[in-house]
């Protein structure tokens, strides 16, 4: 099975920066939806954005809006997270994974997301 691995994460202020890697050797990001998750202690992991393999069109979802960017490098075969404007809520394990099927719309439940990273701790203070 392929394995994606995040990194970049740590403790950071309440509105400061962090940017977060996804990379997975083996397979063309451009094929599959990547996604971006978040899970806060005692919650359920959620959605944070989704760079959709059919348009390259990238959503995000909740409080991220406005704040955070999703991107792609190719030639890397890596995937960005990059964090602006970081609040105390955002504090939690970011996981990349990769939609089970290629040349898909982003998958609308974390069910149809495979292959995922081991996450990678962000912790903002206020």
């Known amino acids: 099975e392929v394995q994606l691995v995040e990194s970049g994460g740590g403790l950071v202020q309440a509105g400061g920066s962090l940017r977060l890697s996804c990379a997975a050797p083996?397979?063309?990001?451009?094929?599959?939806?990547i996604g971006w998750f978040r899970q806060a202690p005692g919650k359920e992991r959620e959605g944070v954005s989704c760079?959709?393999?059919?348009?390259?069109?990238?959503y995000y979802y909740g409080s991220v809006k406005g704040r955070f960017t999703a991107s792609s490098d190719a030639a890397k075969n890596t995937v960005y997270l990059q964090m602006n404007s970081l609040k105390s809520e955002d504090t939690g394990v970011y996981y990349c994974?990769?939609?089970?099927?290629?040349?898909?719309?982003?998958?609308?439940?974390?069910?149809?997301?495979?292959?995922w990273g081991q996450g990678t701790q962000v912790t903002v203070s206020s």
């Open positions: 083996g397979f063309t990001f451009d094929d599959y939806a």
């Open positions: 760079i959709n393999s059919v348009d390259g069109h990238t």
């Open positions: 994974a990769r939609a089970r099927t290629a040349g898909t719309w982003c998958p609308t439940t974390t069910l149809d997301f495979g292959s």
